[in-house]
């Protein structure tokens, strides 16, 4: 509630700054005032384009979330199965349909991956119209080099990055808290014993002291 109030405030807050610039900018203005607030101008709506493709991206990150992570999941299955079929044959003509496979399916783990989170995402196995999923393979691929053309130009804004860790986190959650259940778990049902192996240390380590004093009070 509170992420959602303070994010309501911020678009608020950018709207609200969008309307003062434009009222100054109807009045009568020095060329160089004029300048600045045009500048101000142009860096909040920028802001306000970034704000909405943000949102729109969390939005089908949520939404598609289950539906990369399973295609994910067969993709690397069947390269895992590739692998170990290309260790075991020996025939040439078999080899090379195998590696073809393989490069195949590595562009669907790419596709998958690196599908843009601002567009609605297009399953390799459920849509019917194979020409869609190739035109959505094209626009992959080229947005894919357009990212690393941008990083390499220049580096990203706190936002981006932020964003870009928000995704990586989303993609995976469901995996981690099941992990993290798991180890849980366990750790309960072993916490009894390593109490008691612990105390039986602590026991032992007891146990020479006593037998010391014994003997000097022999002697």
């Given amino acids: 509630m509170k992420e959602q109030e303070k994010k309501k405030k911020k678009g608020s807050s950018l709207k609200q700054q969008l309307r003062g610039v434009e009222r100054l900018l109807k009045r009568d203005l020095t060329p160089e005032a004029r300048a600045a607030h045009e500048k101000k101008l142009k860096e909040i709506k920028n802001s306000m384009e ?4 943000q949102e729109l ?3 089908y990150s949520k939404k598609y979330h289950m539906v990369k992570f399973f295609e994910k999941k067969k993709v690397t299955r069947a390269m895992k199965k590739v692998e170990r079929q290309l260790k ?12 073809e496979e ?11 991956v690196h599908f843009p989170n ?7 196995f459920k849509t019917a119209d194979k020409e869609k999923v190739e035109k959505m393979r094209v626009v992959v691929r080229e947005r894919r080099e357009q990212a690393i053309r941008k990083s390499m130009e220049e580096p990203k804004s706190e936002d981006e990055a932020d964003n870009d860790e928000e995704e990586q986190d989303d993609f995976f959650m469901n ?15 072993g916490g009894g014993e390593d109490t008691e192996h612990k105390q039986g240390k602590k ?5 020479p002291d006593r037998n010391r004093k014994k003997k000097k009070s022999k002697d």
């Fill in 118 to 124: 601002d567009m609605k995402y297009v399953s390799l």
């Fill in 57 to 59: 991206e969390r939005k």
């Fill in 102 to 112: 393989e490069e195949q399916l590595r562009q669907d783990l790419d596709y998958i």
């Fill in 203 to 207: 026991k032992d380590k007891r146990l």
């Fill in 50 to 53: 970034n704000k909405k493709k």
């Fill in 175 to 189: 995996v981690e808290d099941d992990e993290n259940k798991a180890s849980d778990e366990n750790q309960e049902a």
């Fill in 88 to 99: 075991e044959e020996e025939d040439e003509e078999a080899i090379k349909k195998l590696r």
